[in-house]
């Protein structure tokens, strides 16, 4: 068998050492061409895994990912917060290869012209959340602070000044329909102030939040979680309960589920996911159901 490992920011080869006891496994450093391997194991957080997706993906090679980054929300989701983990669904996976599943993307397609809504730029996967909103002001305070920080609470600590700093903006997120002439149209799903709209792939961002608690990485939709207008102080108060998927009975929550959705904002808002700056707005959000091949979990 031969297998590549990607080594993400803060990762060495002494990481790989506990994965290669197998000596009938050939190993090679860095993202492999088509043809050169049959196995990935990436090391690092969900911010590596995004920026490698689209290759990922182009390969359809079965992918292990080893939790070694600030952020393993998509590790976590996958069943796989610990390294040793990922070290025992990889000896599962020498012994048979019986444990490899596929897994949902989401994809981001920012629109050139939010008026006819023509695609811009080529669509861009991810693997966890797309946010917009106050979670695309916290991503990018918290990218700001040191790595260890970053992994020991950054997100939670970025998010406590931006609460009560964060004004409502007008937020429009519109649904396919078919119309009478059975050409694309587009209805509005949401339209009101809002805080944030999570568009999830998975259950987990930002650190092990539940913004999207009943999300599931491989039924084909996306779970979306808009947060209206809120008085910093219930803000405040609600976030913990963002940690345990309690905040779903809050009036101002709205929730649910689309395999594609149009965002429209007043004005061009940045748009973040895994923690990783993707555009700005207007943007068209997706699901593409099944297209990454990881190793789960037995």
Same mark, same amino acid.
């Given at each position: 068998?031969r297998?590549?490992?990607?080594?993400?920011?803060g990762?060495?080869?002494?990481?790989?050492?506990?994965?290669?006891?197998?000596p009938?496994?050939?190993?090679?450093?860095?993202?492999?061409?088509?043809? #050169?391997?049959? +196995?990935?194991?990436?090391?690092?957080?969900? !911010?590596?895994?995004?920026? &490698?997706?689209?290759?990922?993906?182009?390969? !359809?090679?079965?992918?292990?990912?080893v939790?070694?980054?600030?952020?393993?929300?998509?590790?976590?989701?996958? !069943?796989?917060?610990? +390294?040793?983990?990922s070290?025992?669904a990889?000896?599962?996976f020498?012994q048979g /290869?019986?444990?490899? /599943?596929?897994?949902?993307? @989401?994809?981001?397609?920012?629109?050139?012209? @939010?008026?006819t809504?023509?695609?811009?730029?080529?669509?861009?996967y991810?693997?966890? +959340?797309?946010? +917009?909103?106050?979670?695309?002001?916290?991503?990018?305070?918290?990218?700001?602070?040191?790595r260890w920080?970053?992994g &020991? @609470?950054g997100?939670?600590?970025?998010l406590?000044p931006?609460?009560?700093?964060?004004?409502?903006?007008?937020?429009?997120?519109?649904?396919?329909?078919?119309? /009478?002439?059975?050409?694309?149209?587009?209805?509005p799903?949401?339209?009101?102030?809002?805080?944030?709209?999570?568009?999830a792939n998975?259950?987990?961002?930002?650190?092990?939040?539940?913004?999207a608690?009943?999300?599931?990485?491989?039924?084909?939709?996306?779970?979306?979680?808009?947060?209206?207008?809120?008085d910093?102080?219930?803000?405040?108060?609600?976030?913990?309960t963002?940690?345990?998927?309690? &905040?779903?009975?809050?009036?101002?929550?709205?929730?649910f589920q689309?395999?594609?959705?149009?965002? #429209?904002?007043?004005?061009?808002?940045?748009v973040?996911?895994?923690?990783?700056?993707?555009c700005?707005?207007?943007?068209?959000?997706?699901?593409?159901p099944?297209?990454?091949?990881?190793?789960?979990?037995?």
């Amino acid at each position: 068998m031969r297998a590549a490992a990607i080594l993400g920011l803060g990762c060495s080869p002494k990481d790989l050492k506990p994965f290669q006891g197998e000596p009938t496994v050939e190993w090679q450093i860095g993202m492999p061409a088509p043809g #050169e391997v049959d +196995v990935i194991l990436l090391f690092g957080g969900d !911010g590596t895994i995004h920026r &490698h997706l689209g290759q990922l993906v182009n390969l !359809g090679l079965p992918v292990l990912v080893v939790p070694a980054g600030s952020g393993n929300d998509f590790a976590t989701s996958l !069943g796989l917060p610990r +390294v040793r983990n990922s070290l025992a669904a990889w000896q599962t996976f020498l012994q048979g /290869r019986e444990n490899v /599943r596929t897994t949902d993307l @989401g994809t981001i397609t920012p629109l050139a012209d @939010g008026a006819t809504g023509d695609p811009g730029l080529d669509p861009r996967y991810y693997s966890c +959340v797309a946010g +917009v909103g106050i979670d695309a002001a916290v991503a990018e305070r918290a990218n700001r602070m040191p790595r260890w920080l970053r992994g &020991h @609470g950054g997100y939670a600590l970025s998010l406590a000044p931006a609460i009560f700093t964060f004004a409502p903006f007008p937020l429009k997120i519109l649904i396919p329909c078919e119309g /009478r002439d059975f050409t694309q149209q587009w209805t509005p799903r949401s339209d009101r102030p809002t805080l944030i709209a999570a568009f999830a792939n998975t259950p987990l961002y930002g650190g092990g939040m539940k913004v999207a608690p009943q999300a599931k990485m491989d039924d084909g939709v996306l779970d979306v979680c808009v947060v209206g207008g809120v008085d910093p102080f219930k803000l405040f108060c609600m976030f913990p309960t963002v940690y345990a998927g309690r &905040h779903l009975s809050i009036k101002e929550v709205e929730y649910f589920q689309v395999s594609r959705v149009r965002v #429209e904002t007043e004005y061009p808002m940045d748009v973040y996911a895994d923690g990783e700056f993707v555009c700005r707005t207007p943007i068209e959000v997706a699901v593409q159901p099944g297209v990454l091949k990881v190793i789960a979990p037995a």
